[in-house]
């Protein structure tokens, strides 16, 4: 049916680039990979296609973008003692990371809000610390109107050629003006389209998780989970290591499957499906960052021999340091055959890692979903089917990162068992933030969780053989 | 008697401060009011501000949703893109026509967010809500719904240039939400819902911070806050922290569209009143006025009670005065009567008749010298003595004096001393003398009895005469020396004692003065001891 000209595009992965700008200047990668490049001829069926853009490595320190940061402190009074303390050092420390052409905002909520270092160039580092280390906690938690005036300070300088970021430290269930997960994701959604996200560090076992995950999640930002105050340095450093790493922003990608082929969902992102086109956008890209997505699709019933055009692709994006707008394309395609041993031997491991890791998110939401509803024998048993299927496709594939997950995925059975259900639930929402945020292909996910592990694993659950959705 | 003017001297107190009272509280609540009545104004032009710089704000909004909607073709892809592009906006709709909803259409592929906006808006495009509207707003002119454009100066031209578009609000959700739509010429209507969370955010910029306390420390604290529908705070900023069940100062509606929202206004109580100062006035100003009063009052009572007493005592006076008088008329009636009697049965030679006449003679005599007393008293008040002077010899005058008491002082077994040294003539008021001699030999007589002895002693000077009479008496105590020349003072007011009219002294002293001289009491070691002196030059007659 989709027989034309466009089969003569060769099988497999194509990443094109289109455009050439700056000849120096490093592109993003586009690459777009069916999960099986051979789909068995005769019969409809469901298969997933990844696509992924790669940064190139920032050279040095002094080609980076620079960034426009705004720093929302929670100083309410659950903050108070060594939280406070570890709060106003990270952030000092950040404060000493970035440069004079880093513009810095500090805000500062509890019941109310303190645009505490309105938005400035990073002149005078001294006078920031200063005001960091005069903020001492009591109150309530205003944690939308903190978001509010941060990105009003932001706006202030808002430039495509900087990275504007929020970093929104809240260790507290948010109880002052809009508190709820979907008026803050509503927010996040409204910011990522002006190129600001935010990145929610919530701290302690009582802050809301769901909204620090929805809010970091719809404004491309990322959400961490930090039990202790202790580790409060190590992941603002992170957070400003890739902040300040940052090659790309306004990346995004539309795909276009031909007719014939329905798009079924979009595992990894936010997307949005029309049709037969989809749109997403990351708002940004990091030094050798990996961000994909898997999506899922219908393949009509094919003939042997036969090929087809998957997807086509086209990207673009904000080359934070030639500073100009640069284009991507790519497409993919697939044949078809009666042998199971060639369908078998066209696999691409590394995307169907992805597939399943993605799949398993989406379990591991369903488990967050039944916790919620205070169902704990299905939230438990969710997650065991979960910790089965991972580990069967680990197995098969080998796979670390797939062993990494599993180990996140043991470690919230053993909490949701020991009825450690607060803890479970924040390490889940960190854990499906982080696996949606496309971590670099070499992230160690153990180490994620190596730390919170408390007890050792109960006796592995019973194995139970689960079909690949 | 008594209780009477003390009663009207607590109302003469009380009285005046109540109405002070009354007053005082009156005007200092009148004040507060009126303060209060000022504070509030102040901070409702404050909200009214704020409320203008929204609505400005939203006005801004209303102008780039106008824009946005002013769209004649309804290509999906373009309209998807401006959704996609715009952070302010939540969806675009169209509704054809036929108020069928066009875009996004609820039988074609959906975006997720398109499926939401159907499900949250399915009552709002089925029921024709903004149809309905249209119609009220172009009958009726206005309608509770849709911001009426508003007629203020500066935006005058704007609402012109979008007169074609309005507001709607429409609840779903967390709250309201606002539309922003218009009719286009084709028949269409165009509408964008803004992101909800986006607007407020962007209110919320614009608003004022709480800064630091320290930072503006003069500042009044308080504390403003935007409620939705009364119960939901959207955005609060201000360092005052009131507590929850606390009215607000203040309450102001927002302009349409807003007009689900409220801004508030707290401030501590204390300042609204005003202030402690006028407390403190109004307590120090009745304090003082109660001490004035008080003092006052004390001072009538004091008049009150001094007159009081010297009346009580001149009722005395009299009161002794007529016993004094009694006393000799008895007896001069008496023996005149024996006397009378006698004059039937005279034998020849008899002294019987002699004596009664002599206790008539004194008797009469005694009631001259206490008739002169009162007169004397009664000029002393009056200040029309005169002194009158003579040539006479003191002695002699002494013992005339002598003579006319000696029937009485014979009966009272006194015995009379005389040491007598004033021989010579000299000019001085005979009847003055006289009288200080009565008035002192009287004393002894009536106060002295029990001591049966009386010494008078005279000498002579140029300048003056002295005289001095002591007694064997009961003697006066040191402390009273002063006191015996005030009138009606007396040693005792037993009435064993009452006899004498207790102004003796008094006019002792005083006739004294009058002529130039003085008197001094003195203790001696059985009795007292009176010494007048009497100028003999005519100095003292020349003062007066």
Redesign the interface.
């Known amino acids: 049916m989709m027989m034309n000209m466009k089969s003569l595009m060769t099988a497999g992965v194509a990443a094109v680039l289109l455009h050439v700008g700056t000849v120096q200047a490093e592109q993003v990668t586009l690459d777009v990979s069916p999960a099986y490049k051979v789909l068995k001829s005769g019969k409809k069926q469901t298969t997933w296609l990844r696509v992924g853009v790669t940064g190139f490595e920032m050279k040095t320190d002094k080609e980076r973008a620079p960034v426009n940061i705004a720093i929302v402190l929670d100083k309410s009074g659950s903050m108070s003692g060594e939280k406070i303390a570890k709060a106003r050092q990270a952030a000092m420390g950040a404060i000493d990371r970035l440069g004079p052409n880093d513009i810095v905002t500090v805000v500062t909520y509890d019941?109310?809000?303190?645009?505490l270092v309105p938005a400035t160039k990073l002149t005078d580092k001294e006078y920031v610390k200063k005001a960091i280390a005069?903020v001492s906690s009591g109150?309530g938690t205003?944690l939308?109107?903190g978001?509010?005036?941060g990105?009003?300070e932001i706006?202030k300088f808002l430039d495509k050629e900087r990275v504007n970021r929020i970093i929104l430290l809240s260790d507290g269930l948010a109880n002052?003006?809009?508190s709820?997960p979907?008026?803050?994701g509503?927010?996040g959604?409204?910011?990522?389209?002006?190129g600001i996200s935010v990145s929610t560090l919530g701290l302690g076992l009582n802050y809301n998780e769901d909204l620090m995950a929805k809010l970091a999640g719809r404004s491309g930002g990322n959400h961490q989970f930090i039990e202790r105050a202790t580790e409060l340095a190590d992941i603002f450093n992170r957070e400003f290591d890739e902040v300040t790493s940052i090659v790309a922003q306004e990346v995004k990608v539309k795909i276009t499957v031909p007719e014939g082929i329905r798009p079924v969902r979009v595992l990894g992102n936010e997307a949005?499906?029309?049709?037969q086109s989809i749109?997403l956008a990351f708002n940004q890209l990091y030094s050798k960052q990996n961000r994909h997505v898997v999506l899922e699709v219908e393949v009509p019933e094919t003939e042997n021999g036969q090929k087809m055009q998957l997807a086509k692709v086209s990207a673009n994006y904000r080359n934070m340091q030639s500073g100009e707008t640069d284009k991507l394309s790519g497409a993919t395609s697939v044949k078809f055959s009666s042998d199971d041993k060639q369908v078998e031997a066209s696999l691409t491991q590394t995307v169907m890692e992805d597939v399943v890791a993605f799949v398993a998110n989406e379990q591991n939401r369903l488990a967050t979903d039944y916790l919620d509803a205070g169902d704990i024998m299905k939230c438990a048993s969710t997650l065991e089917i979960n910790s089965a299927f991972l580990k069967e496709n680990a197995d098969k594939y080998n796979s670390v990162k797939l062993r990494g997950i599993l180990l996140g995925n043991g470690y919230q059975l053993d909490a949701v068992k020991n009825r450690d259900l607060n803890r479970a639930r924040k390490d889940m929402r960190f854990f499906q933030n982080t696996i949606t945020d496309n971590a670099p292909a070499d992230a160690d996910f153990s180490k994620l969780s190596k730390q919170k592990v408390q007890t050792p694993s109960q006796q592995p659950a019973q194995q139970q053989k689960k079909q690949i959705p | 008697m008594n209780r009477y003017p003390k009663l009207l001297l607590i109302l003469l107190v009380a009285l005046p401060l109540t109405l002070l009272g009354w007053g005082g509280v009156r005007l200092a609540s009148h004040e507060k009011e009126r303060v209060k009545a000022n504070i509030q104004q102040l901070l409702t032009g404050q909200l009214k501000e704020i409320d203008r710089s929204i609505a400005d704000q939203l006005e801004t909004l209303a102008i780039d949703m106008q824009q946005v909607t002013s769209i004649n073709s309804y290509n999906?892809e373009e309209l998807?893109d401006v959704v996609?592009?715009?952070?302010?906006i939540?969806q675009l709709f169209v509704i054809n026509p036929d108020d069928v909803l066009l875009y996004p259409s609820p039988i074609?592929?959906?975006?997720?967010?398109?499926r939401d906006f159907i499900l949250k808006t399915s009552d709002l495009v089925n029921d024709r809500q903004l149809q309905l509207s249209e119609k009220g707003a172009s009958t009726d002119g206005k309608k509770q719904n849709i911001s009426a454009p508003r007629g203020t100066g500066k935006v005058k031209s704007v609402v012109l240039a979008r007169q074609t578009g309005a507001w709607f609000v429409w609840n779903w959700?967390?709250g309201i939400n606002l539309i922003y739509w218009q009719r286009r010429e084709n028949g269409h209507i165009v509408g964008v819902v803004v992101?909800?969370?986006?607007w407020?955010?962007?209110i919320?910029?614009?608003l004022p911070?709480?800064?630091?306390v320290s930072q503006d420390s003069e500042s009044v604290p308080s504390?403003v806050q935007i409620v939705e529908s009364g119960t939901t705070?959207?955005?609060?900023?201000?360092?005052y922290?009131p507590d929850s069940e606390d009215a607000p100062t203040v309450e102001l509606r927002l302009s349409s569209p807003l007009s689900a929202w409220q801004l508030q206004t707290f401030v501590p109580l204390h300042l609204m009143t005003a202030g402690r100062s006028g407390t403190f006035n109004l307590i120090a100003g009745l304090v003082i006025s109660g001490i004035a009063l008080i003092g006052l009052a004390y001072a009538i009572d004091l008049q009150f009670g001094r007159e009081l007493r010297e009346a009580s005592r001149r009722v005395s006076f009299v009161n002794q005065v007529s016993h004094e008088l009694r006393t000799p008329l008895t007896n001069i009636r008496m023996y005149a009567e024996l006397l009378d009697r006698d004059l039937d049965t005279l034998e020849p030679n008899s002294e019987q008749p002699r004596k009664r006449l002599g206790v008539i003679l004194s008797e009469s005599q005694r009631l001259t010298r206490l008739i002169s007393n009162v007169l004397a008293f009664a000029r002393q008040e009056k200040q029309t003595l005169r002194v009158c002077r003579k040539q006479v010899v003191v002695d002699e005058i002494v013992r005339n004096v002598l003579d006319s008491f000696r029937p009485s002082l014979d009966q009272k077994e006194i015995e009379v001393e005389l040491n007598l040294n004033a021989a010579q003539s000299v000019m001085i008021d005979p009847d003055i003398l006289e009288q200080i001699l009565g008035n002192l030999i009287s004393n002894v007589e009536k106060y002295a009895v029990d001591g049966r002895w009386m010494k008078i002693q005279t000498s002579q000077s140029e300048q003056k005469v002295r005289l001095v009479v002591a007694d064997h008496g009961p003697g006066i105590e040191s402390s009273n020396h002063g006191k015996v020349f005030e009138p009606f003072w007396r040693a005792s007011d037993e009435l064993s004692q009452s006899a004498g009219t207790g102004i003796g002294l008094t006019i002792v002293q005083y006739l004294a003065h009058l002529h130039g001289g003085e008197v001094h009491v003195q203790s001696t070691d059985e009795g007292v001891q009176f010494e007048v002196n009497i100028g003999i030059s005519s100095e003292a007659e020349d003062k007066l």
């Open positions: 019941t109310t809000v303190n645009v005069g109150g205003a939308f109107a978001v509010s005036k990105a009003a706006r002052e003006g809009p709820t979907s008026e803050l509503s927010l959604a409204s910011l990522k389209k002006e949005e499906i029309s049709g749109q | 999906l998807r996609r592009n715009d952070p302010r939540f074609g592929p959906l975006t997720e967010v398109e959700g967390p992101e909800r969370s986006r407020i955010a962007d919320i910029a614009e911070d709480t800064q630091d504390r705070v959207i955005y609060k900023w201000g360092p922290d």
